[in-house]
T-cell receptor
Framework: AQSVTQLDSHVSVSEGTPVLLRCNYSSSYSPSLFWYVQHPNKGLQLLLKYTSAATLVKGINGFEAEFKKSETSFHLTKPSAHMSDAAEYFCVVPRDDKIIFGKGTRLHILP | DAGITQSPRHKVTETGTPVTLRCHQTENHRYMYWYRQDPGHGLRLIHYSYGVKDTDKGEVSDGYSVSRSKTEDFLLTLESATSSQTSVYFC????????????FGPGTRLTVT
């Protein structure tokens, strides 16, 4: 069954430096994959989605993710972190009528 | 943003009382979901609906019931609230015809005292 594993529960980066949030997936075929962001005391917002059209997916707020089948990975990146990026990020895979969440990575931005 | 609203946004209630949370959508999406989010547990699916009057249980459905009498509204009822049901509740919608991603409402913070 499809599942995702987020490799880091917390990531800290300095403002202006690159962001890398790691996600590995488990699936017998190339699945759809999503990244969601949740800012403090807010709902979840879809950041970007992969649906097999292109392996490099661009999302909102300068984020992008690359689907790598050989590595079963879907890591989220951003070239330059901003203070407003501080949030929790979830890697998600659909399964049947539902979606399966990774455990989340909390991103801290250091001034 | 997807047109999803939740009401109330905050509620404090006493143990043993019934509580109903409402999710309303203006997107005409077929699927609707209720989740709860708790520290250390992430988001857990309570119930979902795949059409009017069609619902199914999620992984933490005990103590909760749902109803969907029209496409735009999905109600979550706590029959007799307990302190363990203190949580933040999120509603989500999806349309399988356009994709499997879900769109989330702003959440309801429920405190059971």
């Amino acid at each position: 069954a499809q599942s995702v594993t987020q490799l880091d529960s917390h990531v800290s980066v300095s403002e202006g430096t690159p962001v890398l949030l790691r996600c590995n997936y488990s699936s017998s075929y190339s699945p759809s994959l999503f990244w969601y962001v949740q800012h403090p005391n807010k709902g979840l917002q879809l950041l970007l989605k992969y649906t097999s059209a292109a392996t490099l997916v661009k999302g909102i707020n300068g984020f992008e993710a690359e689907f790598k089948k050989s590595e079963t990975s879907f890591h989220l990146t951003k070239p330059s972190a901003h203070m407003s990026d501080a949030a929790e990020y979830f890697c998600v895979v659909p399964r049947d009528d539902k979606i399966i969440f990774g455990k989340g990575t909390r991103l801290h931005i250091l001034p | 943003d997807a047109g999803i609203t939740q009401s109330p946004r905050h509620k404090v209630t006493e143990t043993g009382t019934p509580v109903t949370l409402r999710c309303h959508q203006t997107e005409n999406h077929r699927y609707m979901y209720w989740y709860r989010q708790d520290p250390g547990h992430g988001l857990r699916l309570i119930h979902y609906s795949y059409g009017v009057k069609d619902t199914d249980k999620g992984e933490v459905s005990d103590g909760y019931s749902v109803s969907r009498s029209k496409t735009e509204d999905f109600l979550l009822t706590l029959e007799s609230a307990t302190s363990s049901q203190t949580s933040v509740y999120f509603c989500a919608i999806s349309d399988p015809l356009s994709g499997t991603e879900q769109y989330f409402g702003p959440g309801t913070r429920l405190t059971v005292t």
